[in-house]
């Protein structure tokens, strides 16, 4: 079964930009991914193919037009169609590897990518679009917002990443950041290995990785740490 995402936006070229390389590159060869886009313009009824308007109320900048976007969202999306309809904004609940993973074991997505100020709150009621953010900074478009969710969803992909055990200690997958790592050569700098990580006790090594783990999390991200089973 492939994944299908289609992405609605002013900006179809942009797709599929990085995830035409790589891993994510090779998955859209096989056919395990698909990636379609949909120019919104196309769906601009009036005679300059206008896809945004003044704020109502006033204020700086434009607004993507409900009725041009609902259009596009009905030809991308029909009702029996199962994926869920995200709109990238930043006032999205933030995108986490949780939801990552739920996205990577359904049938795929669809993506409205905002511009301008935004878009019509009557089409993100009426089409109920899921709002997801990527961070707490302001970009000037959804489509690179767009790229990177999928690049994250594309990634746990059944057969996308060379084995099948990377991923599973990953930051975040544990609820934790993930612990340093190191290769050879064994002096680098003056800079050695910790002695650890060349003892072949890997018993000893899994207890060290923990260790590492839970220390960075409580340093960088305390907050990841409020619940977690091993948090003291
Ligand atoms: N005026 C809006 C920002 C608009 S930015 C506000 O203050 O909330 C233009 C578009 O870029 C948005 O519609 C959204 O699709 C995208 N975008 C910007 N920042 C984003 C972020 N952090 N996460 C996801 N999408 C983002």
Same mark, same amino acid.
């Given at each position: 079964?492939?994944?299908?995402?289609?992405?609605?936006?002013?900006?179809?070229?942009?797709?599929?930009?990085?995830?035409?390389?790589?891993?994510?590159?090779?998955?859209?060869?096989?056919?395990?991914?698909?990636?379609?886009?949909?120019?919104?313009?196309?769906?601009?009824?009036?005679?300059?193919?206008?896809?945004?308007?003044?704020?109502?109320?006033?204020?700086?900048?434009?607004?993507?037009?409900?009725?041009? !976007?609902?259009?596009?969202?009905?030809? &991308?999306?029909?009702?029996? /169609?199962?994926?869920? *309809? +995200? #709109?990238?904004?930043?006032? @999205?609940?933030?995108?986490?590897?949780?939801?990552?993973?739920?996205?990577?074991?359904?049938?795929?997505?669809?993506?409205?990518?905002?511009?301008?100020?935004?878009?019509?709150?009557?089409?993100?009621?009426?089409?109920?679009?899921?709002?997801?953010?990527?961070?707490?900074?302001? !970009?000037?478009?959804?489509?690179?917002? &767009?790229?990177?969710?999928? /690049?994250?969803?594309? *990634? +746990? #992909?059944?057969?996308?990443? @060379?084995?099948?055990?990377?991923?599973?200690?990953?930051?975040?997958?544990?609820?934790?950041?993930?612990?340093?790592?190191?290769?050879?050569?064994?002096?680098?700098?003056?800079?050695?290995?910790?002695?650890?990580?060349?003892?072949?006790?890997?018993?000893?090594?899994?207890?060290?990785?923990?260790?590492?783990?839970?220390?960075?999390?409580?340093?960088?991200?305390?907050?990841?740490?409020?619940?977690?089973?091993?948090?003291?």
């Amino acid at each position: 079964m492939s994944f299908r995402a289609t992405v609605l936006t002013l900006y179809p070229e942009m797709f599929p930009g990085h995830l035409g390389h790589s891993l994510a590159g090779r998955a859209i060869e096989r056919g395990d991914v698909s990636i379609e886009t949909l120019q919104i313009r196309d769906f601009a009824s009036d005679k300059h193919r206008s896809v945004d308007d003044t704020p109502s109320g006033g204020g700086a900048g434009m607004v993507l037009k409900a009725d041009v !976007l609902a259009a596009a969202i009905d030809h &991308a999306s029909a009702e029996s /169609d199962r994926r869920p *309809r +995200l #709109l990238m904004s930043p006032r @999205g609940r933030p995108l986490t590897q949780s939801r990552v993973r739920e996205l990577a074991e359904g049938p795929g997505v669809t993506i409205v990518c905002g511009r301008f100020e935004g878009v019509d709150q009557r089409v993100i009621d009426a089409r109920g679009l899921e709002e997801v953010s990527i961070g707490d900074y302001i !970009l000037s478009g959804g489509e690179p917002a &767009a790229l990177t969710l999928l /690049d994250a969803v594309i *990634r +746990l #992909l059944p057969g996308v990443m @060379g084995s099948a055990e990377s991923g599973g200690e990953e930051s975040f997958e544990n609820g934790l950041l993930e612990y340093p790592h190191y290769t050879r050569p064994a002096e680098w700098e003056g800079r050695t290995i910790p002695e650890i990580l060349t003892s072949g006790n890997h018993a000893a090594i899994r207890k060290w990785r923990h260790e590492q783990s839970l220390a960075l999390t409580r340093e960088r991200r305390p907050d990841l740490l409020a619940g977690h089973p091993d948090a003291d």
